[in-house]
Nanobody
């Protein structure tokens, strides 16, 4: 059983930055494909970014490319989402997710394990 705990959300002005963290337990992070998804009120959940087992394969949605960076520290069992140049449309609850299968991307997948989410709010 994989547990995921997110942190780092908050309120920031447009153009600002936040770094989300997700601590993983239950399985070594090195054996998980992990990613971030988000859901805004009244909208469907959407893929944000993912990173493969080795950390060499990353993928992100077009809406965050060039602004958000996903990374992982297997020794700390933690994955991160660095978010720069935040926009009001990035306001959402952000969820960390993981799957114990090796995928190139989680873009079209529904991972097995999910965290509780952390709220990110960007004011204009």
């Amino acid at each position: 059983q994989v547990q995921l705990v997110e942190s780092g959300g908050g309120l920031v002005q447009a153009g600002g930055s936040l770094r989300l963290s997700c601590v993983v337990s239950g399985l070594p992070l090195s054996r998980l494909t992990v990613g971030w998804f988000r859901q805004a009120p009244g909208k469907e959940r959407e893929f944000v970014a993912s990173i493969g087992w080795s950390g060499s394969r990353t993928d992100s949605s077009d809406s965050v490319k060039g602004r958000f960076t996903i990374s992982r520290n297997n020794a700390k069992n933690t994955t991160y989402l660095q978010m720069n140049n935040l926009k009001p449309e990035d306001t959402a609850k952000y969820y960390c997710a993981a799957d114990d299968r090796s995928y190139t991307t989680l873009k079209h997948r529904t991972p097995d394990s999910w965290g509780q989410g952390t709220q990110v709010s960007v004011s204009s």
